[in-house]
């Protein structure tokens, strides 16, 4: 069976057993879609594994071992489309229309950074190199230049940077800020330079101001 035909018949499975007043069996299902008991065996499981159908009792009394039901689980299907980048396309355009935009970005950025830096592990005594790789688990592709620089091969939100690129600049120098704060680091990122070379973003430290 072809992949948009298995799919229409296990959308028909999901939507008999929502619109049931109670649970079904297999054989009452089957009929219901014209199908096979075994091909509604094999959605039943897959709806079940992907956590949209459970098992539940019979209420019927009658003789030998309970018929086996189903029912559909109730609330939002897990397995639906996401569509985080128009999110996060309106949370930047947001924030760029905010008066105080940048000092608010870098702030939230800072935020994600505290949280990040909490469960890096201590792997370097060297808090740039910390630093690289933690951004390097967060997908920056990052590579040390020298002591005091990062270079950041890959923006995780690429095309909201092209298009509001000091807003999400900010948000990943406050990252990097947060981050190095949290180690209570002697160094912070002074300033992130955005595509100072095609294809490559820098991230530039410095020592962290006395109080």
């Not at 086996?68 to 760029?96: S, T």
Request: a neutral charge.
């Amino acid at each position: 069976m072809a992949d948009d035909a298995r799919r229409g018949r296990r959308d028909a499975v999901l939507r008999i057993l929502k619109d049931a007043p109670e649970p079904l069996g297999i054989a009452e299902i089957a009929e219901r879609i014209a199908a096979h008991p075994n091909t509604v065996r094999f959605h039943l499981d897959k709806l079940v594994a992907a956590g949209r159908v459970e098992r539940a009792r019979s209420g019927r009394r009658v003789p030998g071992r309970p018929a086996q039901v189903f029912r559909a689980v109730r609330g939002m299907d897990p397995a639906g489309p996401r569509h985080y980048r128009l999110l996060a396309d309106a949370l930047a355009h947001g924030l760029a229309a905010a008066p105080d935009a940048r000092d608010r970005a870098v702030e939230a950025g800072r935020a994600w950074g505290l949280r990040s830096a909490a469960d890096a592990p201590a792997a370097s005594a060297d808090d740039v190199e910390r630093l690289t790789s933690l951004l390097d688990d967060l997908g920056f592709a990052p590579e040390r230049r020298d002591e005091a620089r990062i270079g950041l091969r890959h923006c995780p939100f690429l095309e909201l940077a092209e298009s509001d690129s000091p807003v999400v600049c900010d948000v990943h120098l406050g990252l990097m800020r947060g981050a190095l704060e949290r180690w209570e680091s002697p160094v912070t990122v002074d300033r992130l330079e955005a595509f100072a070379e095609p294809g490559l973003c820098l991230a530039v430290t410095a020592p962290r101001a006395r109080p």
